[in-house]
């Protein structure tokens, strides 16, 4: 009930398209979702986040939308770019247990 | 933004030596530390929990003798992996937190560690 599950593994987008990256997850308790960004060999960097009482978040390029029914919630990222070519990793926190339990990851690389 | 320091950020020893890592919140107070381990290709596995001035939890399977953690004040926490061996090599990160209704967790560049 504490997993998250992440897709796809990885992902290959061209330069100016968008990536989506999905998460799912069981334990209603959970009333936060970050996403990380992890550069190979630095740890990971906040990128987003959002709590269940709003369905989308955007910041620039990057969106969270946010399905409560559905237990989904994804990261959009428009006009991608060579430089987002990381591992992204979705998260999600409960109120009481407060520790991240996190996604599996997924590879990006944006060509050119 | 929150900025995490560590320290040192890779380091290499013989097998049955101790190693400390450092890990610093450089400009807001984190009443609680998280310490992660990381394989190559992999997420992150959260190892422990600690807050200041108090024991760290452990998270099962973690061993407490093996790993040990200490978070002397609201800025650094220490892990220290004694007696290592080749398969305690791995990607060691930290991350802090402030007040206690505070959700964000902030990441420090990580440690790599290789124990020959």
């Known amino acids: 009930q504490q997993q998250v599950k992440q897709s796809p593994q990885s992902l290959i987008v061209q330069k100016g398209g968008i990536s989506i990256i999905n998460c799912a997850y069981e334990?209603?308790?959970?009333?936060?979702f970050p996403w990380y960004q992890q550069f190979p060999g630095k740890g990971p960097a906040l990128l987003i986040a959002?709590?269940?009482?709003?369905s989308e978040k955007k910041e620039g390029r990057f969106t969270i939308s946010f399905n409560k029914s559905a237990k989904q919630f994804s990261l959009h990222i428009m006009d991608s770019q060579p430089g987002d070519s990381a591992t992204y990793f979705c998260a999600a926190d409960t109120g009481t247990a407060s520790k991240l339990t996190f996604g599996t990851g997924t590879r990006l690389q944006v060509t050119l | 933004g929150a900025v995490v320091s560590q320290h040192p950020s890779r380091v290499i020893c013989k097998s049955g030596t101790s190693v400390k890592i450092e890990c610093r919140s450089l400009d807001f107070q984190a009443t609680t530390m998280f310490w992660y381990r990381q394989f190559p290709k992999q997420s992150l596995m959260l190892m422990a929990t600690?807050?200041?001035?108090?024991?760290?939890?452990?998270e099962q399977g973690v061993e407490k003798d093996k790993f040990l953690i200490n978070h002397a004040s609201l800025t650094l926490s220490t892990l220290t992996v004694t007696s290592a061996h080749p398969e305690d090599s791995s990607f060691y990160i930290c991350?802090?937190?402030?007040?206690?209704?505070?959700?964000?967790?902030?990441f420090g560049p990580g440690t790599r560690l290789l124990v020959l």
């Open positions: 600690s807050n200041e001035g108090s024991k760290a939890t452990y």
């Open positions: 959002i709590r269940p009482d709003v």
């Open positions: 334990n209603t308790a959970f009333d936060y």
């Open positions: 991350s802090a937190r402030g007040g206690k209704r505070e959700k964000t967790q902030y």
